[in-house]
């Protein structure tokens, strides 16, 4: 069986119940799931746990690859340290770096070669590539692959609650009621089956209902 390859932040950490969507999904494409979400994390991280994927056999035995892509703004540290928004302790050193360390124009530099490194990578490969925050969108544009760019997915998890500070302490699974992330896998399935035989590069509205 080959495999369906989902990976990111917090928008795909659950894909243990078949009302996950990426559990969903592999069901509905009748493929093995692997990948990995990660809560609060920044791209660099996710990255460097990418590349072990891409230098694993299951790399080439992948016909689907799934980016959810995270905010280039988040500190690059060590895992589940700062990004712990439970932690209180956290909260002076996020401030600090974001209002009197962090250089955004070099974070979206540093972001955009990374968008620009998986076009190498996953070369002549099957991507969707979904944009979670609206701070890549000037760049999203650089992947190749199918690109879902709007609403991002935290636009689409905001629809469904009434105050945004909520979603920092979310108790959905992936950001998304079940409704919508059963929705997501059909959404990203059909998709598929109108691509498989053609991969295009394309540019293309995310609905959920």
């Known amino acids: 069986m080959k495999n369906l390859c989902v990976v990111g932040d917090s928008f795909c950490v659950f894909r243990q119940d078949q009302t996950d969507w990426p559990k969903r999904l592999s ?5 093995n799931l692997i990948g990995f979400g990660l809560p609060g994390e920044s791209w660099w991280f996710i990255r460097q746990n990418f590349l072990k994927i891409f230098d694993s056999e299951d790399f080439d035995n992948t016909e689907l690859f799934i980016f959810c892509h995270t905010e280039p703004h988040r500190i690059i540290g060590t895992f589940s340290t700062l990004q712990k928004f439970e932690d209180g302790r956290n909260d002076q050193i996020r401030r600090a770096y974001l209002t009197q360390i962090e250089n955004k124009q070099f ?9 620009e490194e998986l076009n190498s990578m996953l070369e ?3 991507v969707i590539h979904l944009q979670n925050f ?3 969108a000037s760049y999203f544009e650089v992947l190749d692959g ?3 760019d709007r609403p991002t997915l935290y636009e689409a998890s905001l629809s469904e609650i ?7 302490r979310d108790d959905r699974r992936n950001h998304f009621n079940d409704q919508n992330n059963l ?6 399935a059909d998709l598929y089956n109108q691509y498989q035989d053609q991969w295009p590069t394309l540019t293309q509205e995310l609905k959920l209902q």
């Open 162 to 168: 009434t105050d945004s500070k909520k979603f920092l």
């Open 183 to 188: 929705n997501l896998a059909n959404f990203l």
């Open 146 to 148: 199918i690109k879902l």
């Open 124 to 126: 002549g490969k099957k």
């Open 27 to 31: 069901t509905l494409l009748n493929l």
């Open 107 to 115: 974070n979206n530099w540093a972001c955009q070669n990374w968008f």
């Open 134 to 136: 609206n701070t890549t």
